[in-house]
């Protein structure tokens, strides 16, 4: 079965611009979560899609967005970017979240993304 | 309510040695603990998870520790090896809605020395 997979894995953009992520889950699976990671503030979640839905969401300006569509796939979009959005983005999947045995969240390699 | 806080920050240990990482938690909603490992450039992999019902689980190498009352839980790694060299993460799961939301450690650097 094929990991989650998140294209592209490397992007340069500079202030002010936007940018959209996108990360295919697990076959299968119908959770997608978001996160991002930076060496001072760690793995902070972004926010969580289950069948279309957001479900939840963390503690990120509305410049943070995101859809799942109906093959489970989902796309982030980060507007007007900022330096500090510099980070490396992952995506992670799970079949079911909240029931245990079928919670477990798999993350795909991350899209490192350099704000100049 | 919502940390989870992850000791230490960094580790060395020698090949052959116990790794020992520290987790703790406030909120006693969470029933899901997992530990992630990470190379450079890569995701968090999952290497073991716990449930609270149980006070110890153990994959191979790898030993969670749970105590309940205290709200801490600890990963073991037995007979540590090179290729272990990596980045941990213990995390939390559930409260409220039990979503897919996870709220990590900071993570610790281990470096096992040949």
């Known amino acids: 079965k094929a990991g989650v997979t998140q294209t592209p894995r490397y992007l340069i953009k500079t202030r002010g611009q936007q940018v959209t992520l996108s990360c295919s889950p697990i076959?299968?699976?119908?959770?997608v979560s978001w996160y991002q990671q930076t060496p001072g503030q760690g793995l902070q979640f972004l926010f969580e899609?289950?069948?279309?839905?957001?479900?939840n969401k963390g503690n990120f300006p509305g410049r943070f967005s995101g859809r799942q569509f109906s093959n489970s796939r989902s796309e982030m979009n980060v507007s007007t970017l900022e330096l500090g959005d510099s980070a490396l983005y992952l995506c992670?999947?799970?079949?079911?979240?909240?029931?245990?045995?079928?919670?477990?969240?798999?993350f795909g390699p991350g899209t490192r993304l350099t704000v100049l | 309510q919502q940390q989870v806080k992850q000791s230490p920050q960094s580790l060395i240990v020698q090949k052959g040695g116990i790794s020992i990482i520290n987790c703790a938690y406030e909120n006693t909603a969470f029933d899901y603990f997992p530990w992630y490992q990470q190379f450079p450039g890569k995701g968090p992999a999952l290497l073991i998870a716990i449930r609270p019902d149980v006070s110890e689980k153990k994959e191979g190498r790898f030993t969670i520790s749970f105590n309940k009352s205290a709200k801490q839980f600890s990963l073991h790694i037995m007979d540590s090896q090179p290729g272990d060299s990596a980045t941990y993460f213990c995390a939390a799961n559930g409260g409220s809605g039990n979503t897919g939301k996870l709220i990590f450690g900071q993570g610790t650097t281990l470096q096992v020395k040949p």
């Open positions: 076959s299968g699976h119908r959770s």
């Open positions: 899609y289950f069948s279309e839905t957001q479900r």
């Open positions: 992670a999947s799970s079949t079911l979240p909240g029931l245990a045995g079928t919670d477990t969240q798999y």
